[in-house]
Structure formats: structure tokens, C-alpha cells
């Protein structure tokens, strides 16, 4: 990740101490203060500066550490821009609406649990968002469940673990796009290799959820078929609006670079929403590539699910990344990742050790701090120099960084992801944990993946298994 050297050595002891009050810091700015994490983590970049100047180090060195931390993330910044754009057009042709609208004609009085889980999954996939997902299509299926005198818990939990597999394959989520860059592997080569664990864990779920779903008979779905009608009536339902979808599947299995597969993707749907969109209207559709679709049918649900995209809503995500990088480089630059690896070096030549000490990292820094993104990132930056000395191909760390950071986050109650879907979904985070089977699987089956060595890619020499 870095170029530069450690502008000092310390022991593993102190790097421990660092790293622990570090994290203390941050996670007390983020649960007891609920501050965003921009906050704590601008503090923590802060404190390592006071830190490096007691260490004697030069401030022009500390700068230049920062920089060429944030320098990494250049490349994931102009994928999560493009991602922005793809979002936005892809909504303006209705590529998005069909496709939530076909999810939802997949509804019936039976199978009710799986049926919650299947249709939570392609709407994450279709979004990329997880929280949006909850926010609007999980409420309506709670709403649907209390109706019907249905467990809320475990549609809660089918809800969750539906939102999170979008929200962990979708090449259009954040973490996703977060998670390959961090580790330098192309976007779809980490999608696939990512089903190595996930279809598994899909169909695991599905057989649980179907399996517990009772017999409803006749159902009363209108909520539902009251989005749908909207959806039409807002001219957005379409068959040639999946043609944009079809570009980016074609341009992905060709393996052609995600930028230009993104690009694609996006004007061949500016092209079809030439046909949606009413003509006094088509010189605004530029502007939403920047600022977003904005949807005003009216529906407060189907507005708060469709008025999103554009590059603006990226730069949360965007200033996020470079402040954690940052840090990283600081931390670097005062040894202190230096220091935590050499005291971890003797254990972590064993590929089985490795893979669960990065899996563990990942779902400790979820509990310690609350924050998906800072899990992946910190995670990525500090054992992608272990699994390319065993042998280990980038994107078996990139799938732990999902695997074990993105689905754990709304597993913890005092995460982000916890205290907000606690709140929209009005089921408490314990209460769904334990039926958020997708979440619960997928990183036991990426720690079963390291230990028998199945589906792990190794470049060069190869590792011990």
C-alpha cells in the first residue's frame, strides 16, 4: 500500500497499546457520541500526528505519510464516482424500477420467509444499498408480516440477510468497490470469486427461511402491489430498461476493466431514458449524473428508494476513504502496522492462520468501533502484505473483507448498520440476530474456506495449508 519506509521502530507491545487506544477513541466518538465517523477518525489522525512529534519525527514527514496513504484510494475514488453516475441513469431508465417491480411479482401467500429473502437480495443487488433496502422494501414486508400475525424477528432477519448479500455482491455497493481496491483486485474478479461462499450461504439460508415459513393460503399483499402500480404509473417499468443490465453482465463475463464496464453501463441508460423520460425533460438528465435521481411520485416510500445516485452522494463514502487512509499511512510511517505484523509474522505463514487472523481482525474492528468501512480498510491495508508473501492471490483477502466485515456490521447493536435498522425495521438487533442466516454463514464459511484450502487461489510459490 505504502512506498515509504517506518520513520521509526517500536516494540509490538507499544504498537498494541497505539492501535487499542486508537480504536478506543474512535469507537467512543462513534457509539457513546454517535459523531459520523469522519469525526473521530480526523481526531485519531490528529492524536497520531501529537504522537509522531513526540516520537521526533518531522511534521513534513508525517504530511507526506498522509498523502501517500490517501493516494491509494485514488482509484476507488474514481470507481465510486462512476458507480454514482450508474446509479442515478440507471433509475432515469428504469433499469432499477423493473427490476424491483419484477422482485416483488415473485410475492405470494407462500414460502413467505424466503420469499422475503429472495426479493431483498435482488433488490440489494439491483441497488447496491443495504440500508435502503431495509429502509423502504424491509418495512413494507414488517408491515406485511404484522398483517398476516407473522414472526417480525425472523422476517427482520430474511430482511437483513437478503439486503446484505446485495449489498456485498452488487458492483453498484460501496463496500463492494471499497473492498477490491483496498487490495488492488478488479471489481468482478472479486464478485466472482466472492460466490465461491455466498451461493452457499444463499441457498443454506433460503432452504432455513422456506423451511420456517408457514402456509398462508390467500395473503393480503397491497401494500405492495400499491408500489408496483406506482412504479407503472410513473412510466418506469419497462422491458428494454434490463438493456443497460445486459451491457454491464456482457462487459463483466468479457472482463473488461470496471471503469469502462461502469461507463458502459451508464450511457447505454442515459440512451434509454431518452424513451422513459418526457422530452421537456431530457436536458436535466446530465445533471442527475452529478446530483442524483430525484423521484416526486408522491409515494413517500418509492421516493426514499429511488431518489438516489449521482457523484454527490459517493462523497461521504469518498471522505471517509481518504481520512482512513490517511490514517493508515500515519500508522505505517510511526511503525506501528510495522511492529503488530512482526510480532504476528511467525503465525501467520500458515495460510489456514492468516485467513482467520484477518477474519477476526475484520469482525473485531465491526465490535470495536461499530464501522463497515473502517473494518474493511484497516483489515485490507494491514494483511495485504501477509497473503502475498503465502502465495495467496488478493482476492481471497478481499472476500474475507467482505465475508467477515461487510455482513457482520448489522450484526452489532451499537454499529451504524445496527442502530439503523433497529430503528426503521422497529425489531431490535438481538432479536433478528439470530435469524440473519446469510450474515451469521458467511464468515464461518470463509474461515472453512481457509482451513481445508478449498476455493483459495494461490499465485507464485505456494503456501502452507
Same mark, same amino acid.
Given at each position: ?70 493516494? &491509494?484510494?485514488? #482509484?476507488?475514488?474514481? =470507481? ?7 446509479? @442515478? !441513469?440507471? *433509475?432515469? +431508465? %428504469? ?39 431495509? &429502509?423502504?422494501? #424491509?418495512?413494507?414486508? =414488517? ?7 407473522? @414472526? !417480525?424477528? *425472523?422476517? +427482520? %432477519? ?60 390467500? +395473503? ?246
Amino acid at each position: 500500500m505504502f512506498n515509504h519506509q517506518p520513520a521509526t521502530a517500536i516494540k509490538t507491545s507499544e504498537a498494541a497499546a497505539v492501535i487499542l487506544l486508537l480504536l478506543s477513541g474512535i469507537s467512543y466518538g462513534m457509539i457513546k457520541l454517535e459523531l459520523v465517523p469522519h469525526i473521530p477518525v480526523l481526531l485519531g489522525i490528529g492524536a497520531l500526528i501529537v504522537y509522531g512529534l513526540i516520537k521526533k519525527i518531522k511534521m513534513a514527514d508525517l504530511e507526506n505519510s498522509m498523502i501517500e496513504g490517501a493516494k &491509494a484510494g485514488l #482509484g476507488a475514488v474514481m =470507481i465510486f464516482f462512476f458507480i454514482g453516475m450508474l446509479v @442515478s !441513469s440507471w *433509475i432515469a +431508465a %428504469g433499469t432499477i424500477p423493473t427490476l424491483i417491480y419484477l422482485a416483488f411479482e415473485m410475492v405470494s401467500g407462500k414460502w413467505f420467509y424466503g420469499i422475503v429473502f429472495v426479493v431483498t437480495s435482488i433488490i440489494g443487488l439491483s441497488i447496491g444499498s443495504s440500508l435502503t433496502t431495509s &429502509a423502504v422494501i #424491509g418495512v413494507a414486508f =414488517i408491515a406485511v408480516s404484522e398483517t398476516l400475525g407473522l @414472526s !417480525s424477528a *425472523i422476517t +427482520a %432477519g430474511a430482511v437483513v440477510s437478503g439486503a446484505f448479500l446485495g449489498d456485498k455482491m452488487s458492483p453498484l455497493s460501496d463496500t463492494t468497490v471499497l473492498a477490491s481496491s483496498t487490495v488492488k483486485v478488479d471489481l468482478f474478479d472479486h464478485i466472482k470469486n466472492m460466490a465461491w461462499t455466498t451461493i452457499p450461504a444463499f441457498l443454506i439460508s433460503l432452504i432455513l427461511f422456506a423451511g420456517m415459513s408457514p402456509e398462508l393460503g390467500s +395473503a393480503d399483499f397491497t401494500k405492495l402491489e400499491g408500489l408496483q402500480n406506482a412504479l407503472v404509473g410513473m412510466n418506469l417499468v419497462h422491458w428494454f430498461s434490463l438493456i443497460p443490465l445486459m451491457v454491464l453482465a456482457v462487459l463483466a463475463v468479457k472482463k473488461v476493466s470496471s471503469i469502462l464496464t461502469l461507463g458502459a453501463g451508464t450511457l447505454s441508460a442515459m440512451a434509454i431514458s431518452l424513451f422513459v423520460v418526457e422530452k421537456q425533460q431530457w436536458g436535466s438528465l446530465p445533471g442527475i449524473l452529478y446530483s442524483g435521481y430525484k423521484s416526486q411520485s408522491g409515494n413517500q416510500q418509492l421516493d426514499s428508494l429511488l431518489s438516489r445516485g449521482g457523484m454527490e452522494s459517493m462523497f461521504f463514502s469518498v471522505s471517509l476513504v481518504l481520512l482512513a487512509l490517511s490514517m493508515g499511512g500515519l500508522l505505517f510511517k510511526l511503525g506501528v502496522l510495522p511492529a503488530l505484523l512482526q510480532g504476528l509474522a511467525g503465525s501467520l505463514k500458515r495460510v489456514p492462520v492468516l485467513i482467520g487472523s484477518a477474519a477476526l481482525s475484520a469482525v473485531g474492528i465491526n465490535f470495536l468501533i461499530g464501522e463497515q468501512y473502517l473494518s474493511i480498510l484497516l483489515t485490507g491495508n494491514t494483511f495485504a502484505g501477509h497473503f502475498e508473501k503465502a502465495g495467496l492471490h488478493p482476492k481471497n483477502l478481499s472476500r474475507v473483507l467482505e465475508d467477515a466485515g461487510t455482513v457482520i456490521n448489522p450484526l452489532v447493536p451499537w454499529s451504524v448498520c445496527g442502530v439503523f435498522l433497529s430503528g426503521v425495521l422497529g425489531v431490535n438487533t438481538v432479536e433478528y440476530v439470530p435469524f440473519a442466516f446469510f450474515c451469521l454463514l458467511s464468515p464461518l464459511l470463509t474461515l472453512t474456506a481457509g482451513f481445508t484450502g478449498i476455493t483459495v487461489t494461490r499465485i507464485g510459490r505456494k503456501a502452507v495449508a
